[in-house]
């Protein structure tokens, strides 16, 4: 938040306080982006099934469903060769699952699963298809259980950002002790946002009068003014914690100064 004092007179205080916007629209750009990437790539369920209902009818099937499209591969059981890690790649922080066919080998992604897990599965087909006797065999993983809330999380952290900036485009403070009010207007692109209150009623003008507002995240902390009023009904100076540490020290220290708060 950039501060500029834009009139000062022992009885008027006009103040102009404008956020970085670069940081804002970075941030919740990230975030918003972010979200949907990390729905649209790693949110999907994927399930692998062979059945062997009759002699005719013995099949395999890989389905793959993301919010955007699906994907079916089938294949007649005697094509399916076996399962195994492919061990001269990998994927994230395990080697890719791998079915082997008569036509070549197709991953089966598996996205929550370590290398441990997914050669327990590679087993487990291999196993099915040595066994004739055994009817069915299902693997299946569902990633939109995490995705989904993750990606949803960050989209609106993304969008909240976007909002305090179209909230509070401009925000204009003044200080009228002739009048005995203050006024803060907040302009923003959704439109403008008028506060009033009589300047006797902040807190008594007293040293608790002004005072900063912190919300701590995990890796920082942003900051508000908040201006106590006796009736207990405060007021923000921004519609949220839009105040670096240091801008918010230096707007407490301009209305301290002018309503001489001890």
């Known amino acids: 938040m950039r501060l500029k004092i834009l009139e000062q007179t022992p009885t008027l205080l006009k103040l102009r306080?404008?956020?970085?916007?670069?940081?804002?629209?970075?941030?919740?750009?990230?975030?918003?982006?972010?979200?949907?990437?990390?729905?649209?790539?790693?949110?999907?369920?994927?399930?692998?099934?062979?059945?062997?209902?009759?002699?005719?009818?013995?099949?395999?099937?890989?389905?793959?469903?993301?919010?955007?499209?699906?994907?079916?591969?089938?294949?007649?059981?005697?094509?399916?060769?076996?399962?195994?890690?492919?061990?001269?790649?990998?994927?994230?922080?395990?080697?890719?699952?791998?079915?082997?066919?008569r036509n070549g080998s197709i991953p089966i992604d598996l996205v929550n699963a370590d290398s441990t897990y997914k050669e327990s599965k590679a087993k487990q087909i291999n196993a099915f298809l040595k066994n004739s006797q055994e009817p069915k065999l299902t693997i299946h993983e569902d990633t939109r259980l995490w995705t989904y809330p993750l990606g949803l999380l960050l989209i609106a952290s993304g969008t909240v950002c976007i909002i305090y900036l179209l909230m509070n485009n401009i925000i204009i403070c003044i200080f009228d002790k002739t009048l005995d009010k203050a006024t803060i207007e907040r302009k923003g692109w959704l439109g403008q946002e008028v506060i009033e209150a009589k300047l006797s009623e902040i807190a008594g003008l007293n040293m608790d009068a002004v005072t900063i507002d912190t919300v701590t995240g995990t890796s920082s902390s942003s900051y508000n003014i908040v201006l106590n009023l006796v009736s207990d009904k405060n007021i923000y100076l921004a519609a949220g914690p839009m105040f670096t540490a240091k801008s918010a020290e230096q707007t407490i220290e301009a209305i301290a100064s002018f309503l001489k708060l001890d």
């Open 17 to 101: 306080l404008k956020p970085v916007a670069i940081f804002y629209w970075l941030f919740g750009g990230l975030f918003v982006g972010g979200g949907v990437l990390l729905i649209a790539t790693l949110a999907k369920t994927t399930t692998f099934t062979c059945n062997r209902v009759e002699p005719t009818q013995e099949s395999c099937q890989l389905i793959t469903k993301r919010i955007f499209k699906s994907q079916v591969k089938t294949w007649n059981l005697k094509e399916v060769l076996g399962a195994k890690l492919d061990i001269s790649k990998t994927a994230g922080n395990s080697y890719p699952l791998v079915l082997m066919t």
